[in-house]
């Protein structure tokens, strides 16, 4: 993988592929597609299949605190670590060497987890280096986009070793990755430049908590997450993010999003608050992890009624049912698109009204002329 501009890594081709390669790619790639035939207790068709969901947050407040909402998914990985179910966390965490920036690490103990604890809005890889993880023998439990843990899901269905060394696949509900260039655009909003930064939080210490910038010399510049967000980096979220059908992680176990509190008109209110996360078990796994975690007191949790889901996340809620009428506009101008199954998406569409779908229809062919192939 290399870094392009704006600031994406992008696979580079260093020798010719086998045919079994080949097919591996086209069998695993979230970029080419994504299946979801997995049934659970309950299946919507806005939020995938799953056999439970509630609220909660971790049973440790500094971890509740770090952690983006409520620490929820900090606490189920520091929890397998410390049950012995898994031997290490792949995870992601901010770079030293570029603050903004990310790179993978393995945790050994759940300090390690909390060590990492936030949201990282920039680009990672964190399959990398799958083939030191499977040579190592070990145990690992895996934190991912829901990209990367259908890429993963895919590769264990494929090869039993996969599905060996990664027992647990955990994620988060994502609304897209913003470039590198969108990093640079909230340090200068922040008035920051990058050669100034000794530390960079995206969000945590707090919920939703505040973009913090640390300086060489110890003092801190920050923003909230609205303007830091909304502001600036939704502007920066590459376009296959924006034609993607999961954002919220159909492939895991285990996964977290905030679960936030809404105002009189059913938007999401983002003034600070003790962190609470939604807790998604979308596997039989996934609901006995999280029972045992409970029990052990990694996580406190309190029940919630799906219906409230659609309002409390409406940028979810808004690209799965704009998501058919968008890529049947990119099939008609001949521009590629990925290829889903079992995804639900005409019954999303039929969520929105006729003329919103028209109305996606023909924004995404106008955007399709603008943007070069």
């Not at 439970?52 to 990985?77: C, H, I, K, P, Y």
């Not at 979220?237 to 992680?249: F, L, M, N, P, S």
């Not at 078990?281 to 659609?310: M, S």
């Amino acid at each position: 993988m290399e870094m392009t501009p704006p600031g994406f890594p992008r696979p580079v081709q260093v020798a010719d592929l086998s045919g079994p390669q080949e097919a591996s790619i086209w069998a695993s790639c979230p970029g080419l597609g994504q299946s979801s035939a997995r049934a659970g207790e309950g299946r919507d068709p806005l939020w995938g299949p799953y056999q439970q969901m509630v609220t909660g947050w971790a049973g440790d407040e500094s971890v509740r605190f770090a952690g983006a909402s409520g620490g929820a998914l900090s606490a189920l990985a520091a929890h397998l670590l410390a049950s012995g179910r898994v031997d290490g966390v792949i995870q992601i965490e901010a770079d030293p060497a570029s603050p903004t920036a990310n790179r993978t690490r393995i945790s050994e103990t759940p300090e390690q987890v909390a060590q990492a604890a936030g949201s990282r809005y920039a680009p990672s890889s964190p399959l990398a280096d799958l083939a030191q993880y499977l040579a190592s023998g070990r145990r690992y439990a895996f934190i991912g986009k829901p990209c990367d843990c259908s890429a993963l899901r895919a590769l264990s269905l494929q090869h039993p070793a996969v599905a060996r060394a990664f027992p647990v696949i955990l994620s988060f509900f994502c609304a897209g990755v913003p470039s590198a260039a969108g990093a640079q655009k909230l340090l200068a909003k922040m008035g920051v430049a990058e050669d100034q930064l000794a530390g960079f939080r995206y969000r945590g210490n707090g919920w939703p908590g505040r973009a913090t910038a640390t300086l060489g010399d110890g003092s801190t510049r920050d923003l909230d997450y609205h303007s830091a967000w909304g502001g600036v980096l939704a502007h920066h979220v590459q376009h296959r993010c924006k034609i993607c059908a999961d954002g919220t992680g159909v492939a895991a176990d285990l996964v977290c999003a905030d679960a936030w509190e809404t105002d009189a008109k059913g938007y999401p209110v983002f003034d600070e608050a003790p962190g609470v996360s939604l807790i998604v078990a979308r596997t039989r796994l996934g609901a006995e992890i999280l029972a045992q975690a409970e029990a052990a007191g990694a996580v406190q949790t309190q029940p919630f009624d799906v219906a409230k889901l659609a309002a409390i996340q409406p940028g979810q809620r808004e690209r799965r049912r704009a998501l058919f009428a968008r890529l049947a506009a990119l099939r008609l101008v001949a521009r590629p698109v990925p290829v889903y199954v079992g995804m639900d998406l005409r019954a999303c569409a039929r969520q929105n009204p006729i003329v919103r779908n028209l109305r996606n229809f023909a924004g995404t062919i106008r955007r399709a002329f603008s943007r070069p192939k």
